[in-house]
T-cell receptor
Framework: DGGITQSPKYLFRKEGQNVTLSCEQN?????MYWYRQDPGQGLRLIYY???????QKGDIAEGYSVSREKKESFPLTVTSAQKNPTAFYLC?????????????FGSGTRLTVV | AQRVTQPEKLLSVFKGAPVELKCNYS??????LFWYVQYSRQRLQLLLR??SRESIKGFTADLNKGETSFHLKKPFAQEEDSAMYYC?????????????FGRGTQLTVWP
């Protein structure tokens, strides 16, 4: 799994509910990222974190929240404020924190609002 | 401002034909460029990095700073190359550690 695990694989949410997507890494890397993947739009950065207890907004952070209480875990919460949450969500880690070697991605979570 | 442009949303070729997936970038710093591939029902994975100058699965990519391009090429496409391909850029000098992705090109190789 490349040292990074996302769960669940599929998630269904009712409108108005918050849901939390899990991302765990076991390689002791500092930098972790959340991207959203939509057809025709590529990957857009939601949030990223380079150290514990610190994280920064990406390009489309509205309606999302994160926490980084432990190095190995970077959960993403999709709140009811997110207007169009149905998408494929990808978590990633980088080896050096500067993306010089690229990222390793998780297998993704497909969120559907019902 | 869009930093990475992949002009082709869809690209189809026949098996054995050459294939080129285009990527242009816009960045004033010192970029590091990557190609990622996503096969059907598989996770997104790194295909190659500019700095490594390697050939993976027969694919190569050359950085052309004059044209600000990093096109991905393969002389003889195979059916198993059918996938979504993303070009990505990072700023080597930045401490932010983020990648900027293009919108992707869906490659289909017909038998």
């Amino acid at each position: 799994d490349g040292g990074i695990t996302q769960s669940p694989k599929y998630l269904f949410r009712k409108e108005g509910q918050n849901v939390t997507l899990s991302c765990e890494q076991n390689l002791n890397h500092d930098a972790m990222y959340w991207y959203r993947q939509d057809p025709g739009q590529g990957l857009r950065l939601i949030y990223y974190s380079q150290i514990v207890n610190d994280f920064q907004k990406g390009d489309i952070a509205e309606g999302y929240s994160v926490s980084r209480e432990k190095k190995e875990s970077f959960p993403l919460t999709v709140t009811s404020a997110q207007k169009n949450p149905t998408a494929f969500y990808l978590c990633a880690r980088s080896i050096d924190g500067r993306a010089n070697y690229g990222y390793t991605f998780g297998s993704g979570t497909r969120l559907t609002v019902v | 401002a869009q930093r990475v442009t992949q002009p082709e949303k869809l690209l189809s070729v026949f098996k054995g034909a050459p294939v080129e997936l285009k990527c242009n970038y816009s960045y004033s710093g010192s970029p590091e460029l990557f190609w990622y591939v996503q096969y059907s029902r598989q996770r997104l994975q790194l295909l190659l990095r500019h700095i490594s100058r390697e050939s993976i699965k027969g694919f190569t990519a050359d950085l052309n700073k004059g044209e600000t391009s990093f096109h991905l090429k393969k002389p003889f496409a195979q059916e198993e190359d059918s996938a979504m391909y993303y070009c990505a850029l990072s700023d080597r000098g930045s401490t932010l550690g983020r990648l900027y992705f293009g919108r992707g090109t869906q490659l289909t190789v017909w038998p």
